[in-house]
């Protein structure tokens, strides 16, 4: 799937237009010049393995990858400053992410359930870790806080059951 086009994409509430092809979408291309990823835009792409964004994104919005059990290979744009609440929640398949200095919040429930992740590395430059951003990922060993960091939501870590380093 390829998306072009300038500006913010639309915000999804229940069915992007293409969630009728939503099993068979194995990659997305998002062309440059597109500013946000909308809500809910990805939902539900259990197939979707890959992702391709480009610098001119400073947003992704609410549960845009909500469910992509699948996703292994996603590099965020340096330009982005915010990840919002349910972005990667149950993206089991991500087992690292660099979250680009310049991404001032982590959103509620952001990595909630990527049981894939190993650690991870918060940069100085975010100030807020939402409630639950990394609820139930059960394979996170290891988490650096950068000290730019001054509100972690409650229960930011629960059921993190393999952390053993917390910096």
């Known amino acids: 799937l390829t ?10 509430g229940a069915e992007a237009p293409w969630y009728d092809y939503s099993a068979n979408i194995l990659a997305v291309v998002i062309e440059d010049g597109v500013t946000r990823i909308g809500n809910s835009a990805f939902r539900y792409c259990t197939a979707l393995k890959s ?9 992704i919005g609410n549960g845009a990858f909500y469910s992509c059990y699948k996703l292994n290979n996603i590099v965020l744009p340096e330009n982005l400053t915010v ?24 959103g509620e429930h952001a990595f909630d359930n990527c049981d894939g992740l190993k ?18 990922c059960n394979n996170l060993a290891e988490i650096v806080i950068g000290n730019g960091v001054t509100n972690i939501g409650s229960y930011a870590f629960s059921k993190c059951s393999s952390l053993t380093k917390l910096v």
Do not use: Q, W
């Open 83 to 106: 990840i919002e609440d349910y972005t990667f929640y149950s993206c089991s398949g991500i087992t690292e992410i660099k979250i680009p200095e310049g991404v001032t919040r982590i």
């Open 3 to 12: 998306l072009e086009g300038s500006g913010a994409m639309a915000d999804y």
């Open 119 to 136: 650690s991870f590395t918060v940069p100085n430059s975010v100030t807020d870790i939402g409630y639950s951003a990394f609820t139930g």
């Open 51 to 59: 992702i391709t964004v480009p610098d001119s994104v400073t947003s």
